[in-house]
């Protein structure tokens, strides 16, 4: 384990050890972030490399055994396990089992335990939903309406997910560590890079807004009702009264804005009223978060929270105290 004379270290490095003194090393560092799961037996031997750097975690691991680690609480994070040996099984809805060559992606508030068998050893990535979904709104440069799924089950053959191995071997290599542990910045990009590589390789229901080319030119009718919406945002003006705006049918114009758009017109009226209100939340000096609700034509300020945070992964309140501000692409 290598220890930063300035700082906490945040990479665990294990030759094999039993469970009961990795559980206490792991602790030691990054707290005991699973006290209310019952230990592994301590016949158990665990070894390999750890790192945890604001919401996201990344490993290179193996276990010697079969065992079962339960989760009585769920967490808010989307996990990436791309095995290299063994079986892991989640036991969540249904089962997910991962293999060589298998990769699972597993949204961890649904789990409820994993097993690990056949000695199992996998590269993963842990990392946080609302990183995911802030850093996918930066990238298309819009709120994000529906919540992020991931592609739950992958061939590991693929070479996008090697490239994410080999990201994580770069992450894990014993020659990344004075890089890592001489300064502030290379966490934060380390982190980014992982969060980019996930969002860039692992298929979900954005891949293809990520890799959509610039938009074509949008008819005459489709921009008068886009203009109309952007002029208008605090005004939720029923599709058929754009139509008639337009002077085009309903259905052209629904058809027009999933085309060009690429999204509903409902959508895109929410998408419009939340950007509008991210710029005013992030202005100086902000208006309260029920100002800017209202304002935009939100009745329930507490629902436009909720909409808020979903849609950039951060809450109005931290916008408006700029605890969080949008990194450019």
């Not at 384990?1 to 906490?8: A, L, V, W």
């Amino acid at each position: 384990m290598y220890i930063s004379p300035t700082r906490k270290p945040f990479i665990l490095r294990s030759h094999d050890m039993s469970s009961d003194d990795f559980g206490a090393l792991f602790s030691q560092m990054f707290g005991n972030r699973y006290a209310d799961a019952l230990p592994p037996p301590g016949n158990i031997i665990i070894g390999g490399v750890y790192g945890r750097h604001d919401g996201v975690s990344f490993r290179r691991m193996h276990y010697r055994g079969d065992f079962t680690v339960a989760f009585p609480d769920p967490f808010d994070e989307i996990t990436f396990v791309i095995p290299t040996a063994g079986k892991i099984i989640f036991n969540h809805a249904t089962e997910s089992v991962g293999l060589t060559q298998v990769g699972l992606a597993i949204d961890k508030a649904d789990v409820r335990s994993v097993r690990f068998l056949d000695d199992h050893a996998q590269h993963g990535l842990s990392i946080k939903r609302r990183l995911l979904t802030e850093r996918l709104s930066i990238l298309l440069g819009k709120p994000i309406l529906q919540k992020l799924h991931f592609e739950p089950v992958v061939d590991l053959h693929a070479s996008a997910f090697q490239g994410i191995r080999a990201l994580v071997d770069l992450a894990t290599g014993s020659e990344f560590d004075l890089l890592l542990n001489a300064g502030s910045l290379m966490p934060s990009r380390l982190q980014e890079m992982l969060i980019d590589a996930v969002l860039d390789s692992w298929p979900h229901n954005y891949t293809e807004a990520l890799r959509r080319p610039a938009p074509l030119i949008a008819p005459r009718h489709v921009k008068l009702a886009v203009e109309y919406i952007q002029e208008h945002p605090e005004i939720l003006v029923s599709g058929t009264d754009l139509a008639r705006l337009s002077n085009v049918s309903l259905r052209a114009l629904q058809e027009g804005f999933q085309r060009f758009v690429g999204t509903s017109i409902v959508a895109y009226q929410r998408q419009v009223r939340l950007e509008r209100a991210y710029a005013a939340l992030a202005g100086n000096p902000p208006p309260s978060v029920t100002e800017v609700a209202v304002g935009l034509g939100f009745s329930n300020v507490g629902r436009f929270c909720q909409y808020f945070q979903n849609a950039y992964g951060v809450s109005p309140t931290e916008v408006k105290s700029g605890s969080r501000t949008r990194r450019s692409v």
